[in-house]
């Protein structure tokens, strides 16, 4: 069985550019997740999604970042524009029915 | 606030003994417990797991131990292998929410 996939594993950009992130995760699982992981930091949820719809989106910055699932499967997250605190590592998480939650290699991102 | 708060960020465990990671954790609405296990740059790997209507989830060499009346729960690693040096993640979740981790406890084997 394939993991959750996501791309790029990594990615640097300067302050105030935008950058997006993609996700797919483990076939058949219909609950998909966003974490930030601060360096030094547990990760912490920014997103989650039950099939394409938002069950949980309190804990994201949303003057600047923003998620979607359109078709219930894969999943983009964008930041715009990106500031130097957002430097971290950004994981992909998804589940079937609230059981464990099954984690991608993330993204590390770079702000200059 | 943290609600989940590993106190130890690191624990040296000599190769062949028990390795005992902990966990306190505030929000009594969490009803699920995991343990995940992370190595440098790749995702966190689900270890085990543990309801809150048990005490204690055994699966081979890895044991979790669940104390709600004190809100704490316990790694139990026997014996320890050096393949085991990582980073432990606690997490818990409410009602199937997303996970919410404490800082990590980086685990050294020393052989």
């Known amino acids: 069985e394939a993991g959750v996939a996501q791309s790029p594993r990594y990615k640097i950009i300067e302050k105030r550019q935008s950058v997006a992130f993609w996700c797919n995760p483990i076939?058949?699982?219909?609950?998909l997740y966003w974490y930030q992981q601060i360096l030094g930091q547990g990760p912490k949820l920014l997103i989650q999604?039950?099939?394409?719809?938002?069950?949980?989106d309190s804990q994201l910055p949303k003057d600047r970042f923003s998620a979607e699932r359109l078709k219930g499967v894969d999943s983009t997250l964008k930041i715009q524009p990106a500031k130097l605190e957002d430097s971290a590592v950004y994981l992909c998480a998804s589940a079937w029915r609230g059981s464990e939650q099954f984690f991608g290699p993330g993204t590390r991102l770079t702000v200059l | 606030d943290q609600q989940v708060k590993q106190n130890s960020p690191s624990l040296s465990v000599q190769e062949g003994r028990i390795s005992i990671l902990n966990c306190d954790y505030t929000n009594s609405m969490f009803d699920y417990f995991l343990w995940y296990k992370k190595y440098p740059a790749e995702g966190p790997t689900f270890l085990i797991s543990?309801?809150?209507?048990?005490d204690k989830n055994e699966d081979g060499r890895f044991t979790v131990f669940l104390n709600k009346s004190a809100k704490h729960l316990s790694l139990h690693i026997v014996p320890s292998q050096p393949g085991d040096s990582a980073v432990y993640f606690c997490a818990a979740s409410a009602n199937a929410d997303g996970l919410t981790f404490g800082k990590g406890t980086h685990l050294i084997i020393q052989p």
């Open positions: 999604f039950q099939n394409n719809g938002v069950v949980d």
């Open positions: 076939s058949g699982h219909a609950t």
């Open positions: 543990i309801s809150s209507i048990k």
